[in-house]
């Protein structure tokens, strides 16, 4: 319901998101997600296990346990085939494929090889800032850029 009392978000999900976010806000029914647009229209019909937000125009998407990426129209772009993703960040995003990260890009092509060490419950998972990526292999800490030179410290 808007501030003029119109019904936006028709009572038929079992919750709904408080907010938008980026003109959007996450629906549930039935243990399953979607997304609806500011004016109520079905973005993403409510066939997810979970959405994240959007991020660079991307949001990723768990479909049957594995992760891909919708664009704002609800359309599969990189199709859900990780184990798990995190949100894109100049341009690339963090992918898990046999338990080892790498980089996509908004195509979905493995940009950045998937071995790195990493897992969500750590917040291990790398992202790119300013141009480079925080990352982990064989027990040591080190940063990546953008075209996977690898920084180490001595």
Same mark, same amino acid.
């Given at each position: ?89 100049? &341009? @690339? +995003?963090? !992918?898990?494929? /046999? #338990? =080892?990260? $790498?980089? %996509?890009? *908004? ?23 300013? &141009? @480079? +990526?925080? !990352?982990?292999? /064989? #027990? =040591?800490? $080190?940063? %990546?850029? *953008? ?8």
């Amino acid at each position: 319901i808007d501030n003029k009392g119109n019904v936006i978000v028709p009572a038929i999900y079992d919750e709904v998101e408080e907010h938008l976010v980026y003109g959007f806000t996450h629906v549930k029914l039935k243990d399953k997600y979607g997304l609806v647009d500011a004016k109520g229209n079905i973005i993403a019909p409510p066939i997810y296990d979970g959405i994240g937000y959007f991020s660079e125009g991307l949001a990723y998407v768990v479909l049957n346990g594995k992760c891909g990426f919708i664009d704002t129209k609800g359309n599969m772009v990189v199709g859900a085939i990780y184990e798990s993703a995190r949100d894109f960040r100049e &341009g @690339l +995003a963090a !992918v898990c494929i /046999n #338990g =080892k990260y $790498g980089f %996509i890009d *908004k195509n979905g092509d493995l940009v950045i090889p998937a071995i790195y060490d990493g897992s969500f419950e750590d917040i291990d998972v790398p992202f790119f800032n300013n &141009g @480079l +990526a925080l !990352v982990r292999l /064989n #027990g =040591k800490w $080190g940063y %990546i850029d *953008k075209n996977g030179t690898q920084y180490w410290e001595d």
